[in-house]
C-alpha cells in the first residue's frame, strides 16, 4: 500500500547548526508534499510544502527539495536555533484523492 | 476564534461510558478531517467530509461515529472504547478534500481509556 518512509526519528543538533530530514514515498502518482511541524501541546501546523513540478522551495531558513525520480524529498532548517526544537512530520498526497500519507515524524532537538 | 478548535482537550473515559469529541473550523473550509495519533506511529487517518458528507472511512471500528452537521462542526461520537484507543484525536480542515491539499490542525484531543 501507499506510505511515507521519514527518517531519522530523532535528531539532535547544536544551536546554529543545520538540520535535514529525509522522505521516501511510494505512490509516484503523489504530487503534493507538505512539511508539519508540531510542538508539544500542539496539533501539526504547516511550515512549508512544495508541488511536483518544482525541484525546491525555500523559506527563510527552511528549504525543501523534492527529487521526483527517486521518489525523494526533504527538509532543509539552516541556522537551528532552539524553538525549531519539534516533531516534524512529511507528508504526501495525489491529486483528486482524499487521503494524505503522513511520516512517522522527526524528534528534533536543538542544544543551546 | 479563528483555526481550528477542539474541546475537550483532555478527556479520560471508562470503557463502557459514552462521549463525544467535538471540532469547530472557523476557516470556511468544505472538508473536515479525523486523525488518530499514537506514539511513534504515523498519523492515522479516520474519516474525511466533504461539504457535509463522508468520502472516507478508513476500517474504523464502529464504537467511533463521526457526525458532520455543517461544514464548520465535526464530532466523533465514542462508547465502549478498548484501552488501545488512548491516543491524541486530531481534527483537520481544508477548502476541499480534492482540489485544495493543505490541511489545516486543531490542537486536538488527548483520550485516555481507563
Known amino acids: 500500500g501507499e506510505n511515507v518512509e521519514q527518517h531519522p526519528s530523532t535528531l539532535s543538533v547544536q544551536e546554529g547548526d543545520s538540520a535535514v530530514i529525509k522522505c521516501t514515498y511510494s505512490?509516484?502518482?503523489?504530487?503534493?508534499f507538505p512539511w508539519y511541524k508540531q510542538e508539544l501541546g500542539k496539533g501539526p501546523q504547516l511550515i512549508i510544502d512544495?508541488?511536483?513540478?518544482?525541484g525546491e522551495k525555500k523559506d527563510q531558513r527552511i528549504a525543501v527539495t523534492l527529487n521526483k525520480t527517486a521518489k525523494h524529498f526533504s527538509l532543509h532548517i539552516t541556522e537551528t536555533q532552539p524553538e525549531d526544537s519539534a516533531v516534524y512530520f512529511c507528508?504526501?498526497?495525489?491529486?483528486?484523492?482524499?487521503?494524505?500519507?503522513f511520516g512517522a515524524g522527526t524528534r528534533l532537538f536543538v542544544k543551546a | 476564534e479563528t483555526g481550528v478548535t477542539q474541546t475537550p482537550r483532555h478527556l479520560v473515559m471508562g470503557m463502557t461510558n459514552k462521549k463525544s469529541l467535538k471540532c469547530e473550523q472557523h476557516?470556511?473550509?468544505?472538508?473536515m478531517y479525523w486523525y488518530k495519533q499514537s506514539a511513534k506511529k504515523p498519523l492515522e487517518l479516520m474519516f474525511v467530509?466533504?461539504?457535509?458528507?463522508?468520502?472516507e472511512n478508513n476500517s474504523v471500528p464502529s464504537r467511533f461515529s463521526p457526525e458532520c452537521p455543517n461544514s464548520s462542526h465535526l464530532f466523533l461520537h465514542l462508547h465502549t472504547l478498548q484501552p488501545e484507543d488512548s491516543a491524541l484525536y486530531l481534527c483537520?480542515?481544508?477548502?476541499?478534500?480534492?482540489?485544495?491539499?493543505?490541511?489545516?490542525f486543531g490542537p486536538g484531543t488527548r483520550l485516555t481509556v481507563l
Open positions: 476557516l470556511g473550509h468544505n472538508a
Open positions: 483537520a480542515s481544508s477548502q476541499d478534500s480534492l482540489v485544495s491539499d493543505t490541511q489545516y
Open positions: 507528508a504526501a498526497k495525489k491529486g483528486g484523492g482524499f487521503k494524505t500519507i
Open positions: 512544495i508541488r511536483s513540478n518544482v
Open positions: 505512490d509516484s502518482a503523489s504530487n503534493y
Open positions: 467530509y466533504s461539504l457535509e458528507e463522508r468520502v
